[in-house]
């Protein structure tokens, strides 16, 4: 008997004996799709016309498959004689032109969409049913299960990091613009650990300056009284020569507040003598000097290191650390 699938309508041959009385429940090969199907006997039963009534024509000798006309072989009415041999070849030799082109046809597409492509509605297609008993979960899906690990990360993510970082930026903008970068320098180092840091080429040269012995101390002026110093070494790890090293000086507070900053190039050094006795604009004339002292800063060697030294004249109210970092360096050929 033939079999059509309730869902993509395939149509399959199957034997009458695997079915039982009450029917058999069967998958479809093609889509998988598991239904129930009833006895041959059942289904002419119901399709049967009542008494009296006009009995069922008989299936058409042809049908529609692909497009073409499709010719199940049948033996010859009775009492006329079999049809011409010439005929049939002649539709034979029709049949199997049409199948030679739709397979050509099918040569340019790949092996998965010959195989998956989906077949006419009105195509027979003749397979094999897979049969058994009705399974409990065919016709039940599974629910899918909801990670929720991704949730509790973002949930983490925005708590920890996103929340304070706007609330710094919100009320201490001085303080959340250190923690940005801060946070983009650790980003720096885990990369340059991991192997990933940009090249030092496409570096600045300011990130290629590594301030060295760094210190402070306090010196009394006979005008200004207590000047802070700030004083250190800046040493060239670049590959090339540099000149024209600018260092900057910040006093914080304990939210990170800038509160006084100074900037002066490197290689202009006073010496307590000096500070003891000058005023605050000869201090800032003398440390202002881009080449500084004997042009100690106009070329500075790879691995080369050179002096500075920062002048506060004032410690503010409220002070709690002092920041120093290197603002400026020009690359030399």
Known sequence: MIIQCKQCRTKFRFDDAKIAQEGIWVRCNRCRHVFFQEPPKKIHSTGAAPDGGEPPRSAPAAEKTGGRLAFEPAGPPAGK??????????????????????????????FADRESGDAPADAETFGEF????????????????????????????????????????AFFPALGERLLKAGGQGWENVLSMVGLSRPAGNLPVTSLVRLQDVRQRVVENYILGPVRIVEGKAVNQAEFPISRVQVKAEILDAYAVV???????????????????????????????????????????????ISFMVVFTGDPPGMMKTVVKIVGAERLL
């Open 130 to 169: 897979s049969c058994g008993d009705a399974p409990r979960d065919a016709l039940t899906f599974p629910r899918r299960r909801k990670s929720r690990a991704w949730k509790f990360a973002l949930w983490t993510l925005l708590v920890v990091a996103v929340v304070p970082a706007l609330f710094y930026f």
């Open 259 to 305: 509160l006084n900053e100074q900037m002066s190039y490197a290689g202009n050094v006073l010496n307590d003598d000096e500070l003891a006795v000058m005023t605050e604009e000869e201090m800032k004339i003398r440390l202002s000097l881009p080449e500084g002292q004997n042009n100690a800063n106009d070329r500075i060697e790879p691995n080369g290191r």
């Open 81 to 110: 004689s079999p049809p011409d041999e010439d005929l049939v070849s002649f539709l034979q030799d029709v049949m199997e032109t049409e199948k030679t082109a739709d397979d050509e046809a099918k040569q340019g597409l790949p």
